[in-house]
């Protein structure tokens, strides 16, 4: 007998769902995720967050000196008239997305706006930590005391 014969081959139907699974995964992530644009802008970083749809009111923005987090919720409107949606692909539901920012920022001199579906957050460098050293010559160093 050939062992070929005895692994089982998936069906066509079986293949397609298979290869649906990556396309589902993704579109999860996305709706959980929201896209975003971070930007170095000198003395501010600033943070764009592409949520259409959400009511500013039903946005959370959290700001620490080194991380920035976005939750909210995009609420379906109803359809009015009685008529039903026969294919959307619009994200609708909850989100978060938790930024680490490459600089530290000063929360408390940072501000939110939001625009046309695009929430910004401007966030100024904090010089809060920050110091110069001098560095001195010890015993040993390669300068010769005379």
């Not at 293949?15 to 896209?35: A, F, I, K, N, Y």
């Not at 929430?119 to 010559?137: F, T, W, Y």
Request: charged content about 30%; glycine content about 8%; overall charge negative.
């Amino acid at each position: 007998m050939d062992a070929r014969s005895l692994v089982p081959w998936p069906d066509r139907e079986d293949v397609g769902r298979l290869m649906e699974w990556p396309q589902r995964m993704l579109t999860q992530m996305m709706r959980e995720m929201p896209s975003i644009e971070l930007c170095d802008e000198g003395e501010a970083l600033v943070v764009r967050v592409e949520v259409p749809g959400v009511d500013p009111e039903d946005l959370d923005v959290e700001l620490t000196p080194q991380q920035l987090t976005v939750r909210g919720e995009i609420r379906q409107s109803s359809g009015g008239d009685g008529q039903g949606i026969y294919h959307s692909e619009r994200r609708y539901g909850r989100f978060h997305r938790s930024v680490p920012l490459p600089a530290t920022v000063d929360p408390d001199s940072a501000q939110a706006s939001y625009r046309n579906g695009l929430l910004e957050v401007r966030m100024p460098r904090s010089a809060a930590g920050r110091k110069k050293l001098r560095v001195q010559a010890g015993e040993g160093s390669s300068k010769q005391q005379h």
